[in-house]
């Protein structure tokens, strides 16, 4: 059995999570920032000892600690090089939480967490497999021969922010023309506020008055009920998710390709027209393709891969 | 001793290759397209014992022979799985090869063959290594764990083909806008011509008519003599190749990346400003950086890279 933790900015959440990666208790707790990383570590050891009792057992029934956090993370010193959400510069996780518990204690970055467990659940028969999350921004992550690749200082695997357009509309991260400035669902939401100002008409000013706000659904939602401006939206927004992932594809040939981010509850609806793009734009046109699927551990995923990076 | 063969679509180059990666001996013998398959590889072996005996050497002094070709390669099963250029169909020419030679015989792709060069004598202490040639297309190569990574198809590393103009100029892939058709010296040149016809005062019109054509040299020629339209090409031409290694950056954070091609031989006056442009762009603003540097195999990188390919 193996904890897994994912340390984010507002809650710090925890779950139990077994050899074939299912999780059978969690609990959770405010990170509380900006705080000490002491602090916040010796919340995550209550934490896991909480729900460790919650579910009848004790820590010497634990074989390991996975923690997944945001920003870049050195692995192999389990350290957090360098945090914004969390505040941390060159935080020693891992030696910190050790002093609570003899074991097997790993760190690596939540989106990273995410790629390990969507690819333990739904991937592990491959030796190149790639992670895409299309939330408020653009994550992914790299597993090559069952590890997960994030680069020489821990901040590689930044999917988001390969260009997709030259001289494009300014990103968060500082550069211009990121693919995450055109497919995360930030970006959808802000195409689907133009196009519902360009066509006063569109379904989509009334599905959006019915959920009390334009979000990630609004365009998918009125594209399926036959209205012509957000089947706009939505085919645009697929093509530049599909544009990107042809880069990602070119470059690593990965076996498999799993798309994950709430907006891939979408299904097939969002899937096929991105496979029909990729194949018809790829490089490779004459040797087996990769395959391109749907995430299933959503949130959870974190916590899984967490969880299960701590299983070597 | 090791041989290393550059198998392309015109010429089958070889060279007798120390344990070091210098080159003592080479030769080479048209490839005769198209041609079986078997007797692309018997001129291989002749070429092989040429070279060996014009070194004073026998085939027993010989530890293992590489192989780099065009094309997607199953270096595992030692097959050309597809090349366009050789006219190549799952050809087993590790096997043919064999029946010649008794001895370590690899193959692999001639940009990847290339990239292993190149990290072999300028990067064999890093981890992760990217090597990026400017020529007639925009070829590239990736070292992971001081191993070629090309994907579970044999077709990856294709760094040239990554979009870099959402809906741009169309590219010889077939896809519109990759970097490849903006940041080769094939793209250059054309990028010099239409700032000729726009700048008809410009020095270039000069220099290619001394030069005899305008060439891939013309606007930086022009440039360095105070031309402003040739230094307008120039800023321009090094942005796009800029713009597209801030993508590699992003997603691989690799120690070191290498940039050849003939181009390359502009040295600091095409390195500094590439880097100026990557430090600002790139999303890493706080770890230690990726360091770039200019190649200098030049058109041995093949040779060596796949002679020492087959050390393993």
Redesign the interface.
Known sequence: MYIGIDLGGTNIAAGLVTEEGEITNTDSTPTLLPRNYKEIVADMAKLSEKIVSKAGLTMDDIDGIGIGCPG?VDSKNGIV??SNNLKM?HAPLVAEMKKYFDKPINILNDADAAAFGEYMINGSN???FIFITLGTGVGGG?I??KKV???????????G??????N?IPCN????GCWEA?ASVTALIRQTKEAMERNPDSKMHEIAKADGKINGRTAFIAAKAGDKAGNEVVKQYLE?VA??L??II??????KIVIGGGISREGDYLLNPIKEYCDK??????????ELSIATLYNDAGIVGAALSCKE
Not at 149 to 159: I, M, Q, V
């Open positions: 870049s090089a360098f510069d491959v030796d190149s790299i090559i021969n690749y994030s680069g020489f200082n821990g901040a590689g695997g930044e999917l922010h390969i260009t997709l357009v030259h494009g991260c500082g550069n211009i055109y530049y544009s990107g042809v880069s070119n470059i690593f040939q990965p076996e734009h790829e490089y490779n046109k004459y040797l087996k393709k990769t």
